[in-house]
């Protein structure tokens, strides 16, 4: 294993930038699981999250001067998602590079999750270190190749991945699909799903099979979350209000009868020892 200050060093060469303060970069391929009181590359990748998502907005806005918003967030969404940021950080090997705790280490595979953070919070530290046009530049050198794939609306499509991303960014929830209904015969059926996100439902979708009938409800998901965004608060916190299984509802009624009636009986015996 290598130690971090080889890592850092190697890292620059990757980059081909040198930076001024190299504890920004160490920072920035840092994963929380590496230490406890030191910094992790959250703060970086809150940064530059923001950057990212400026950067290739302003770039699309000159880039595709006809296009409408509805296509123009398409587009966006696919460039800024988890999948395509992990992808660029492969592309690199900066995961080779990146500095876990044991619990991560000993994971064969670094989730795509991770490596997307690293990417942002790498974009952060060069914004902090290098300023607004240098990672402007990095950012545009590993994602308007990718732009021309994501012209073509089939490669756009996927909004189940679009869906997940969403929500797990702001929502900090999975969605999960609920095949409602399956009819016709064997070699034709309709399934009808359904999106649910923590304990609740969402929009429905069909289709002649289970994956074209999730993609049709994420899509219906993702355009109404996008019309009315979900207020992150207050969906948080009806996910965290757990239902009482059957059984211990009872019991927890039972309970509250049982106060009443020793409250009751406390009652009567002190009246008949009132003067």
């Known amino acids: 294993n290598m130690d971090r200050a080889r890592k850092i060093e190697e890292s620059q060469k990757i980059l081909k930038i040198h930076f001024k303060d190299p504890s920004l970069l160490e920072q920035a391929l840092s994963h929380a699981s590496s230490c406890e009181k030191c910094n992790s590359n959250e703060r970086l990748e809150f940064l530059g999250d923001s950057v990212v998502g400026l950067v290739v907005t302003e770039y699309l806005y000159h880039r595709f001067p006809h296009f409408q918003e509805g296509k123009l967030t398409k587009i966006k969404s696919a460039l800024v998602s988890r999948k395509t940021m992990a992808n660029v950080t492969r592309e690199l090997g900066l995961h080779e590079y990146c500095i876990f705790g044991n619990s ?70 999975t969605p999960r699909y609920k095949v409602l209904a399956a009819e016709g015969p064997e070699h034709e059926k309709t399934f009808t799903v359904a999106v649910i996100l923590g304990d609740k439902q969402f929009e429905t979708g069909q289709g002649r099979s289970k994956k074209k009938a999730e993609q049709s409800a994420a899509k219906a998901t993702y355009y109404l979350i996008q019309q009315s965004p979900l207020d992150k608060e207050h969906f948080v916190q009806s996910l965290t209000e757990k239902k009482l299984p059957e059984n211990e509802r009872e019991e927890k009624q039972e309970k509250v009868k049982e106060k009443k009636r020793n409250g009751l009986f406390y009652t009567f015996f002190k009246s008949l020892f009132k003067k």
């Open 104 to 173: 991560m280490s000993q994971k064969s595979q670094i989730p795509q999750s991770v490596l997307a953070n690293v990417f942002e919070a790498l974009i952060g530290a060069i914004y902090l270190d290098q300023g607004y046009e240098a990672a402007k530049e990095f950012i545009l050198a590993h994602f308007t190749q990718k732009v021309e794939i994501f012209q073509d609306q089939k490669n756009i499509e996927d909004f189940k991945s679009l869906l997940q991303d969403y929500c797990q960014k702001h929502l900090g929830c």
